[in-house]
């Protein structure tokens, strides 16, 4: 070989070395240093959890106080810390725990954060148990009264106590056609349903009051609280779900766990002094090893050689847990393209579509992606037939596509099939470029490549998906920013390969020396 | 079934990933792949450097051009309409002046609205890489030699020659058939005719892999296939390397029985099917040409030409 073949080798020899270094020795000293585990498993789960208040300041004093999380079943409050810039900031842990913030003079738009890191410990048996709220005298305008006497009468007929009267209260209202008069009263209380329960079990004298629970979802922001009803009886009491269509899809699934934020119907939060106010949650699942000082690994956050994901707010973190998986999918199509040979239609696609999958879970994810994917050629063989030009082609796929995905999640919504709501995780402007490539090619090549290139497409996805959702996978992509420098250093090695593609074995079969 | 990679080691075969990073990248420098991606600039600059391909009767390069397309076509026989970016030989039509309209090699009539519409779509990029805006030129048509249409199904039998560092590598005629459409890509079903580097005579012919002796539609044996003018053939393929400085380039050449051998396209990635219709690797000769010198590559085309013919013909 010459020399002009050697050269560019060299370089490349030191900057995959030079990457596994950086990437092995910053492994190691997450590992040994800050006790990260390597493995997935030996640790304690912890929930950082932020909760941001914004909303309007008047110009006067301000004063914000918000609901905080205590210990319950399961959860033990580790930490918790606040930021806003200004105010004065005080936790009260009277029998109400909450964090109150408060200014002299606030203008404009603020922005509060409250923060906590909750362990999951099975030890925990919760705190106190809530006492019961008094109960109180309410009264409905007619025709509403006489449906909730009905109603409440009915109930009370089916049950022997508080508990089993909430449950057949509750049942009548989450019924698929329920009478009459409880059909009167869901039409018109509409999103105050959860209050009327309330109200109505206080009428039947069982004290009940509206507690708020954050469904623990990783990597979600933007979050609401989902409301409960809490229920009385004797000494003891116990929360029920509220037949509301929101939090459905949430409480449905079973991996999804509840922390209680608020537990015994006091307000969640109460601004004075300003307006709009918005409560808002973010959250991170992080593992952390059983034997570390979780509270030290905390506070030496600001160091210079824990430059980690870690330091920053939640709500960025949750954004990078996402981002830092994306070089594992990409590694995966270097393989899938470079070694196997395999032909994707858009070379990173599969990536985009393994991520839409880990939001939807994969078997309703590939059923959307096809549903959406036929359809869309469907209607895109029509398109070609109008002579457009590319750009507004594209725009009429894309507006299509995302009038498929609203026909569909209707459809599925209205044959109770929540899971179809998913459907709206995909990447539309990249469905639409697939479906647009996928058309194009089919008229070029003919229906057999568009399989070929389709087929290795989804092959990609689910393989990335896999790995993209597999825990310890997770676990190093986000604990380990090293793990990147070694993904690079293998993709560098990757794109240096001049051997034969798996598939080239068999595309040059006939030519092999069998000697 | 799967081979082992060292028994394809052993024939020699160039595999894609070898072909991109070791031959494309390093001998084709992206700033010149303009040059071949638009037919326009390959045929100018090869009718400069005296490179014969199919005479240009006029080009289309806006909206405006194409309602004086029929005072372009006036008196003009027979031409061929086609995109400067197309690839694949995609929007290519090729047409004969009748009195009612124009007729395709099929026999079906075209009125000249409807090949206004076709040349307004290829300025829209329907048929270009990308999409992107294009033009149409219009080309005469070749008058290829009855010999060699026995050869083909309704297409163009063209001969593609791999020039690597202007040393002709490999060649092979492809011969469109029934199965291919009229196009002739080896993968849409078109024959593979391996030729002999020294002598233009044919090696070895496959369909979609599967060795054929004779043409599947005209049945005519491959075996008495016989090109005139191989040796000029070469050259001019040969010659395609000074004139664009692409140092790893597929030539698609047509013979044509009044002007010779003719440029019809390059192609700056070609494919390595030619692998296989020759039932021959690409490697051991492509390694031959790493090892020369650049004063090798600098020797006259004729020259070149010569040595490859020395070196890498089989009979």
Known sequence: ?515 | MLVFPWQLKRSGILGMNRRNTRYISRYNPRHLYPLVDNKLKTKLLAQQAGIASPGLIGVVRSQHDVTQLAQKLEGVEGFAIKPAKGSGGKGILVLTQQSDGFAKNSGQLLSLNELQRHTSNILAGLYSLGGTPDIAIIEELIEFDPQLARYSFEGVPDIRVIVCRGYPVMAMMRLSTRRSDGKANLHQGAVGVGLDIATGRPLKAVQQGMPVSHHPDTGCSIAELQLPDWSELLRQAARCYDVTGLGYLGTDMVLDKRTGPMLLELNARPGLAIQVANGCGLLPRLQRIDRLSEADVALPANERVARSQQWFGLT
Not at chain 1, 208 to 218: E, H, S
Not at chain 1, 221 to 239: A, H, T
Not at chain 1, 373 to 395: K, Q
Request: charged share 15%; with cysteine; aromatic share 10%.
């Open chain 1, 1 to 515: 070989m010459n020399s002009r073949q050697q050269l560019p080798r060299f370089p490349l020899f030191i900057a995959v070395v030079a990457l596994l270094l950086v990437g092995i020795s910053l492994i190691v000293h997450r590992h040994w240093v800050y006790e990260v585990p390597l493995m997935h498993g030996e640790t304690q789960t912890i929930w950082s959890v932020e909760a941001s208040v914004e909303f309007h300041a008047n110009g006067d004093a301000v004063k914000v106080s918000m609901a905080r999380p205590q210990d319950q079943n399961g959860y033990t409050i580790l930490k918790e810390a606040g930021a806003s810039p200004g105010y004065g900031l005080n936790f009260i842990d009277d029998h109400h725990p909450r964090a109150e913030w408060t200014v002299r003079a606030a203008d404009g738009a603020q922005a509060l954060f409250y923060r906590a890191e909750v362990l999951v410990s099975q030890q925990n048996q919760g705190g106190s148990e809530p006492l019961a709220p008094p109960l109180r005298q309410v009264s409905w305008p007619e025709p509403y009264a006489t449906a909730v006497n009905s109603a409440l009468s009915r109930a009370y007929k089916t049950s022997a106590d508080n508990f089993s009267l909430a449950r057949e209260l509750l049942k009548q209202f989450s019924r698929a056609n329920p009478d009459q008069d409880v059909q009167l009263l869901k039409t018109h209380y509409g999103q105050q349903l959860p209050q009327l329960m309330v109200d109505m079990l206080q009428k039947a004298r069982v004290p009940a009051t509206l507690v708020y629970a954050l469904p623990l979802q990783d990597g979600r922001r933007r979050q609401s609280l989902i409301p409960l009803l809490r229920v009385w009886q004797q000494q003891g009491s116990d929360v029920f779900q509220l037949p509301s269509e929101q939090s459905l899809t949430v409480l449905n699934d079973a991996d999804v766990e509840l922390l209680m934020w608020e537990n015994q119907g006091a307000p969640l939060l109460d601004v004075t002094g300003g307006e709009n106010s918005r409560l808002r949650f973010s959250m991170l699942r992080r593992e952390e090893s059983t034997y570390a000082n979780i509270a030290e690994n905390i506070s030496s956050q600001h160091d210079f050689l824990n430059f980690s994901i870690h330091s920053l707010p939640i709500e960025e973190q949750a954004m990078f847990k996402t981002i830092l998986l994306m070089p594992v999918g990409a590694l995966i199509v270097c393989i899938l393209r470079i070694l196997v040979g395999i032909r994707t239609s858009g070379t990173f696609m599969p990536v985009l579509i393994a991520l839409a999958f880990i939001q939807t879970s994969l078997v309703t994810g590939l059923v959307g992606f096809l549903l959406v994917v036929s359809a869309g050629l469907f209607i895109r063989s029509y398109l070609s037939r109008l002579n457009l030009l590319l750009v507004a082609r594209i725009t009429a796929v894309i507006i299509s596509v995302i009038m498929i995905i609203g026909v569909f999640s209707v459809l599925s919504y209205k044959i109770g099939l929540t899971e179809g709501l998913k459907i709206t995780f995909f990447p539309m402007i990249i469905l639409s470029w697939t479906i647009e490539r996928m058309s194009i090619l089919w008229e070029e090549e003919g229906g057999r490549e568009v399989m070929i290139q389709g087929g290795g497409s989804l092959l990609t996805a689910v393989l990335a998906y896999w790995a993209m959702s597999d825990p310890w996978i997770r676990h190093l992509t986000f604990n380990f920013i090293g793990v990147q420098f070694v993904v690079l250093a293998l993709v560098l090695v990757i794109g240096s390969y001049t051997g034969y593609r798996v598939l080239e074995l068999h595309r040059f079969r006939m030519m092999a020396n069998k000697l």
